[in-house]
């Protein structure tokens, strides 16, 4: 091979990898930009409520941020506020400890359901069950993290 | 309770769903393309001394294939992942140009009229491998069926292997390959993909009790109940026992450590790692003491230079052609010298495609490929992090483990750092089980990804409601 070609060749062999590694880069940059603008987001939050099913408020498919403790009940003070006839004041509390999901029935007077179980005490929670309060059904998913 | 979990599908957008454009996979698809088309040159240069490519048609379908698969996806309007594709792709088709640079007749398959070679072949797979994962990525929207019937799959998968052991064809002393008709096919690669649907589909089941109903083993070491463990124990011990019997070391060793990672994402205990690994050392020393053919491989592993004419043949001449490449390689088609005819390395397009491109890209394209991995590994787990259930999030981290592992293991292997295990090296080796398995991955990872519609706002209250809500009438 003449020393033209020879050296075309070993351009193209060199081009080649950088290329391959540019492409990489490019990747790389991508999957950083999404990891940033991941921790950016306000949303951001352990879990999520979403309203399946509602007589009034909050209304059918609303999303509650929630974190490690969050009360639910007719009080406004509650992180999330249940306007159904049939919620107390203090209706349930939902916690995050540790590994798992909980709620707890505050002695509601008309109880909580998991998954249509009524909650004694405290239930363990998985993502995707369904809480309902009255004729409210709220659902837990994974909190966009 | 979490069994009756509420059927998590996709939102339905109303009506056609409307093209969403994907401008970064675009860009990305683009690069890749265009560094596979210099390495396409730089190919077809060394080999004939003209400026062409090296297989100038085959380059245009693949690129064509995956310009098609990108359009699919803008057409489907899905958000899902932009990156995944185009690092599959570059893996992809670094394998296809390997397969085009190694000797054509390593396999020649006729098909109806015409004979193809080992590159054509590749390319064939490749082509079915982009419309299966692109089919996937569009179609899989609900995960109910995975999730509902794991022991089906479960029992299928080993049903299906079981008919390999029984029926299978021997080569190379294992009985790995089950043809039925003209197809022949490797089911431990197929049965990876069943059993992370399983374990995820399991764990995700069972993750409260795994992680906080404890059994007191000794002191302060606990271990999850043994009932809820019972299951997924035994099915994980079927797998292990029958790819063991069958002389399947990789699959086992990948079977065992996706398993270990996904029940340690499950329950964040790593108590349960430690006593996972203990078993596994146990396990192991087990196997050497009963298997010849496993204290060979060690024997190999340790000093190959003990029997280098036998069974340290293969392994030497990948070493050698390791350090011939050095930190940039050879170039594409000026490495691999034949000895009396033949390639140096037996399997080169099976179990040693690492080597190849040790030889012929050098180092930096051995980095390269292990970065591409990372880069799929990374955005598996992000795409987990992201998932809006457990099991959503286990079997995409699951998946992007499977890829992760076995490129470890074989990658390992070739190098001379764990005991080699005849596994492929996903996306890029020769074979159609292989690049079939990987796709059905990559096309659940780009599944499971989709954020579904933009969530929509919650209906207002109509005016009238909230002019008697507020008593000083509108303000």
Known sequence: ?145 | MTGLAADVRAPALPGFPRPRPRPRELALLAAVILALGVGSLSLGLARTGRLEPADLPGLALFAGGLLAAHALLVLAGRRVDEILLPAAALLGGIGMLVMERLPQDLVVQEIGPWTLGLGDLQLVWLGVALAVATAIAVALRSDRWLRLYKYTWAASGLVLLALTFIFGSEVNGSRLTLQIGPISGQPSELLKVILVVFFAAYLAENRILLADARVRLVGPITVPPLAYLAPIGAMLALALGIVVVQRDLGAALLFYAVFLGLLFLATGRRTDVVLGLLLFAAGFALLALFFPHVQQRIAVWLDPWADPLGDGYQLIQALHAFARGGLVGTGLGAGLPEIGGRLPIPAVHTDFPLAAIGEELGMTGVAAVLAAYLVIVGRGLRIAAAARDDFRALLAAGLALVVGVQAAIIAGGNLKLIPLTGITLPFVSYGGSSLLANAIVVGMLLALSDRGAAPLAPPRPSRLARLRRSPGGPS
């Open chain 1, 1 to 145: 091979m003449d020393p033209g070609l020879n050296l075309l060749l070993w351009v193209l062999r060199l081009a080649f990898l950088a290329l391959l590694w540019v492409a990489l880069a490019l990747m790389a940059r991508a999957l950083l930009r999404d990891v940033r603008a991941a921790s950016r987001d306000p949303a951001a939050s352990l879990g999520r409520l979403v309203v399946v099913a509602s007589s009034g408020q909050p209304a059918a498919g609303a999303v509650f941020g929630v974190d490690a403790v969050a009360t639910l009940g007719r009080d406004l003070g509650s992180s999330v506020v249940v306007d159904d006839p049939y919620a107390s004041a203090q209706h349930a509390v939902l916690t995050f400890r540790g590994r798992a999901w909980y709620v707890e029935d505050l002695r509601s007077t008309n109880g909580t359901q998991v998954n249509g179980a009524p909650v004694v005490g405290v239930a363990a929670l998985a993502y995707g069950d369904e809480i309902r309060i009255g004729d409210v059904r709220l659902r837990l998913e994974r909190g966009r993290g």
